[in-house]
């Protein structure tokens, strides 16, 4: 059973369409805190894409689980984080 997610954390996987690195400190925060709610919802781990370290680094690569997509089919999704 899921633990009580509020709305800002649905938001925040709402902004993970596949597999994502995040950039922002903000939303980095965010889906931490689903994984220690929700740890079935989202996966995080190694970067996806191949940065030069010439701009800033992702925090890290994330993507919804097919549990977190099934949760989120029924929950609504607002414009803020």
Do not use: C, W
């Amino acid at each position: 059973m899921s633990k009580k997610l509020e709305q800002k954390h649905i938001n925040a996987m709402y902004q993970i369409k596949e597999r994502e690195d995040i950039l922002l400190l903000p939303l980095a925060r965010l889906l931490r805190e689903v994984e220690k709610l929700n740890p079935e919802f989202i996966k995080i781990g190694d970067l996806h894409g191949v940065y030069d370290g010439a701009k800033k680094l992702p925090y890290f690569g994330a993507h919804i689980t097919t549990k977190g997509k099934e949760f989120l089919t029924d929950m609504p999704e607002t414009h803020e984080i």
